[in-house]
């Protein structure tokens, strides 16, 4: 497996659906597929779509030209600036707002309990956020993708708010940020950052230590891995020897061409790695995507699909050779509707994607595989390697270590119990993001929400008629520590001015 897969991970997934549209391409996390299959709008999200012109770069004065960030609001429920009725505001992630909006139900629910404005702000350079006018342009090279960083993004959420809240002479009004995965990475970083902005955040699913050497390089893996084991140790083992098989395969002659037979691929297969990386992305989406009822985040699943994965994979009759098996476990994730003709693995490595940027400047995530925990091939973080790809790709060297040090992350508990108060992570422990995430209370107001059950962000998606209990109770859990931030902050106004 080549090292590249370390952070190709947040890039190449979804890309792989059918049929493939550039633009969904490698956006991490929580990519959008390429295809519209989320029949989840109702009349509950229904927003304006507005357009704020923004600065470009907020930590110079050169004078360069502004750009148009779009941004969705809702102020249906919103009880206006005199009972300072909260705002609600999602830190938009790496991908077009609207998708995100639709996929974080929760803040929808809550917005009338609340009495809350809801505003849903897209991350600059993606969805229809460009500067330079175009997304050719703003992705043109290294020198107009430069203000693509998070300290520029969440500077943007500080400066729309405020102005948005002038406008609507709503200064009062405090604001509670949420945000899942890399957003809620933003969430809990402008919390920190921009107290005065901010009363509170709800971040799920933040990977914020995964960075530098404060986790273990091989946690995300290893969870990943004890996800399949937990539903079948013979499907662990079937994933974990297959890697072999595959490359004593391919090195056959006519190998490559048997393997795209076998996984009815599109085109011809270049390289077996090729065939690694999507079968890593499956295993992965779906250890992020393994929640309780069928859902349509990434791909239609059906409930826990790793347990129906594995079914497959172990069911297949007695003397079913190897790939055959996997070929019907992934089955289940890249084409559990039936409609795949065949498997499109060319995932474009030359096209820029955002966060392709992000993770070659400071979103450096090292990650390893370890030969004996891990059901993935064995490989090691090898940040030469790493560079030398960023370098190739992007002609930049990244920076490990500046997410530490702007934003900390090795002496987390210290810091966040001295200074930070009015956080919530929350995470469930299927998704292998969540060994990069805050998993303990530090203090009374800097709380850790965790599910044994949960995967990825699965708290701020839209409750349903499904829902566990454990997840009932987590986002009753949540709604109750929000309206204690707000109720604290309208005490301490009280106090001020004496109302
Ligand atoms: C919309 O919200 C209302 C109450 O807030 C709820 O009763 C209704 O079921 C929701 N509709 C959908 C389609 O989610
Ligand atoms: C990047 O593209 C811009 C716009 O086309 C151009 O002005 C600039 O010289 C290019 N910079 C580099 C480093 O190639
Ligand atoms: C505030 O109002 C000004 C003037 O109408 C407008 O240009 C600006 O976009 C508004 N701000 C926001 C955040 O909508
Ligand atoms: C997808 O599933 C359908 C129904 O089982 C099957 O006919 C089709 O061949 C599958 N597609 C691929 C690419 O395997
Ligand atoms: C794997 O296990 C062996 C034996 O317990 C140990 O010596 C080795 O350090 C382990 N390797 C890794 C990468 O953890
Ligand atoms: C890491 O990658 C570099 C550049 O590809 C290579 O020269 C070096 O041998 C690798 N290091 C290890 C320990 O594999
Ligand atoms: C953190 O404290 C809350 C109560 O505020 C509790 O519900 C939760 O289970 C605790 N989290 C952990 C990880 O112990």
Known sequence: MTTKL????????????????PEARRLPFLSKPSHPQNNIVSDNYTYQIRYFQQTLDHFSFHHLPTFPQRYLINTDHWLGPSPMAPIFLYCGNEGDIEWFALNTGFVWELAPLFGAMVIFPEHRYYGESMPYGSRDEAYKNASTL????AEQA???YAVLITDLKRNLSAEACPVVLFG??????????MRVKYPHIAIGALASS??????????????????????????STSCFDTIKKSWDVITSVGRKANGL????KTFHLCGKLKSSDDLFNWLESAYSYLAMVDYPYPSEFLMPLPAYPIKEVCKKIDESAEGTNVLDRIFNGVSVYYNYTGQADCFDLDDDPHGMSGWDWQACTEMVMPMSSNKNSSMFPEWDYNYTSYAVDCWNEFGVIPRPTWITTEFGGHDYKSVFKNFGSNIIFSNGLLDPWSGGGVVENISDSVVALVTKKGAHHLDLRAATADDPDWLVDQRASEVKLIKGWIDNYYTTKKGVFNM
Do not use: C, H, K
Not at 183 to 188: D, I, R, V
């Open 180 to 189: 899942g995965s890399y957003g809620g990475m933003l969430a809990a970083w």
């Open 146 to 149: 430069a203000y693509l960083t």
């Open 206 to 231: 933040a990977p914020i230590l995964q960075f530098d050497d404060i986790v273990p390089l091989d946690t995300f893996y290893n969870i990943v891995s004890n996800d399949f084991r937990r539903e």
């Open 154 to 156: 969440l500077a943007d």
């Open 6 to 21: 370390s952070f190709t991970l947040f890039l190449t997934l979804i890309v792989l659906l059918l049929p493939s549209s």
């Open 257 to 260: 061409d048997r393997l795209a």
